[in-house]
């Protein structure tokens, strides 16, 4: 197997390489033929969008050619983030979200090749160790049932739900706990000094 090596890629160099990374998307996606130039568009929409956000960043993994990719942004302090979140926002993301310690996924795409090879695992921990994340948050569509299967085994969490606009979109909010683990804190979301709300 070809070695396969991760680069980091600013907002930029993603523009420039974002007819690629919607061709390893459709590569990537389990769409119907009819339903391929419609996904195409929606996730050219949605990156486009999404290279405009304050701190985002981006890894892409490459052998012969680009074979996965991960990107997202700090979630910011003010708790903007989780607008929309059903329920009350748990006390340690809220925590953790004013420290400024938390980073959301917004996308994991990687050929389907790959994915025996722990590529899309490997793609998200750089991308939040990179971050020095205390904590990593993403977002599911909650019929998408082999992802969240997937996310689960790797570690994480889900947490609850949010809705989404524009339209009628609820998705599913898993967390990745970055910290250390104890029998006092056993989700490794330890309240310290790194993470308390300031003053």
Same mark, same amino acid.
């Given at each position: 197997?070809?070695?396969?090596?991760?680069?980091?890629?600013?907002?930029?160099?993603?523009?420039?390489?974002?007819? $690629?990374?919607?061709? %390893?998307?459709?590569?990537?996606?389990?769409?119907?033929?009819?339903?391929?130039?419609? $996904?195409?568009?929606?996730?050219?929409?949605?990156?486009?969008?999404?290279?405009?956000?304050?701190?985002?960043?981006? %890894?892409?993994?490459?052998?012969?050619?680009?074979?996965?990719?991960?990107?997202?942004?700090?979630?910011?302090?003010?708790?903007?983030?989780?607008?929309?979140?059903?329920?009350?926002?748990?006390?340690?993301?809220?925590? %953790?979200?004013?420290?400024?310690?938390?980073?959301?996924?917004?996308?994991?795409?990687? +050929?389907? +090749?790959?994915?025996?090879?722990?590529?899309?695992?490997?793609?998200?921990?750089?991308? %939040?160790?990179?971050?020095?994340?205390?904590?990593?948050?993403?977002?599911?569509?909650?019929?998408?049932?082999?992802?969240?299967?997937?996310?689960?085994?790797?570690?994480?969490?889900?947490?609850?739900?949010?809705?989404?606009?524009?339209?009628?979109?609820?998705?599913?909010?898993?967390?990745?706990?970055?910290?250390?683990?104890?029998?006092?804190?056993? $989700?490794?979301?330890? +309240?310290? $000094?790194?993470?308390?709300?300031?003053?």
């Amino acid at each position: 197997m070809d070695t396969v090596r991760l680069r980091r890629l600013n907002r930029w160099q993603a523009e420039g390489l974002r007819e $690629d990374l919607a061709d %390893l998307y459709v590569e990537s996606s389990a769409a119907s033929p009819g339903e391929e130039f419609r $996904d195409r568009q929606k996730f050219l929409l949605r990156l486009a969008g999404d290279v405009q956000l304050p701190g985002f960043d981006m %890894l892409v993994a490459e052998a012969q050619s680009l074979t996965g990719c991960a990107f997202g942004v700090p979630v910011p302090r003010d708790g903007s983030w989780w607008e929309g979140f059903h329920g009350p926002l748990p006390q340690n993301l809220e925590q %953790l979200t004013a420290s400024g310690h938390v980073f959301a996924i917004l996308d994991t795409v990687v +050929h389907p +090749h790959q994915h025996a090879h722990g590529l899309a695992r490997r793609l998200q921990e750089r991308l %939040l160790g990179d971050h020095e994340a205390s904590l990593g948050v993403t977002l599911v569509d909650r019929s998408d049932h082999s992802t969240c299967a997937a996310l689960r085994t790797w570690g994480w969490q889900e947490v609850g739900q949010i809705h989404r606009l524009p339209g009628p979109t609820t998705l599913q909010v898993l967390v990745l706990p970055l910290g250390e683990r104890t029998s006092e804190h056993p $989700d490794g979301l330890a +309240h310290n $000094d790194r993470t308390q709300r300031p003053e």
